[in-house]
């Protein structure tokens, strides 16, 4: 008498329990859906994202050995998945390399810009807000780079409002005439820098 009732007094938590598995199972059919329709457009989005990004990285370095910039997936599971950077080479175009083993230091500092520069013709569509923020983009690179750095922000400024921060005045300042007119650009420099309330800006005259 004791069992059955107990065994009827469980009933009710066993429905609830087929419920919550069919629940999560639920779930993960809906999750693997949307990761495979997610992949499949990743997939159909690298040919064209891989072309624009690798016109930019060739705009700046004048790649002779590695021409192109290979996005694409790597992991298994949905945690472990994320998503790599490769270069390759025409000579060679089945192979995909590890940028830290092939570049300079000068086409990895190119390497690093070239999202900011691909990505800011998306940005307003996606945030309404049309503006580019760059660190210190001359980094390692020679004078030849930063005429090529430049010409590839003259390019961005038609779409974005750049703001670029830079130590290197000194190598910035003798070209930056011939590529932005007195009226197209504002010339900060820091005067003074207060531990509390930071860096003094003033306008260059």
Not at 11 to 39: A, G, N, S, Y
Not at 88 to 94: I, L, M, Q, T, Y
Not at 178 to 186: A, D, H, N, P, V
């Amino acid at each position: 008498m004791l069992g059955k009732k107990l065994i009827e007094g469980l009933e009710p938590i066993r429905e609830r329990h087929k419920e919550l598995i069919e629940l999560l199972d639920t779930v993960r059919e809906i999750r693997d859906r949307l990761q495979h329709t997610f992949d499949d457009e990743l997939d159909r989005t690298f040919p064209h994202l891989n072309e624009m990004m690798s016109d930019v990285y060739m705009r700046l370095t004048k790649q002779a050995s590695f021409q192109k910039v290979l996005v694409g997936r790597e992991g298994g599971s949905t945690s472990q998945r994320k998503l790599r950077v490769s270069v390759g080479s025409s000579r060679a175009p089945e192979n995909r390399y590890n940028p830290d083993d092939v570049l300079n230091g000068q086409a990895l500092s190119a390497l690093g810009l070239v999202p900011y520069f691909v990505f800011s013709h998306f940005q307003k569509e996606a945030l309404e807000f049309d503006s580019l923020l760059i660190d210190d983009p001359s980094q390692s690179f020679d004078t030849s780079r930063v005429h090529l750095l430049l010409q590839e922000l003259v390019k961005t400024s038609s779409h974005a409002q750049l703001i670029i921060a830079t130590h290197e005045e000194d190598r910035f300042a003798p070209e930056i005439s011939k590529y932005f007119g007195s009226e197209q650009l504002r010339i900060l420099r820091v005067t003074d820098f207060d531990p509390e309330s930071g860096p003094n800006l003033a306008v260059a005259s």
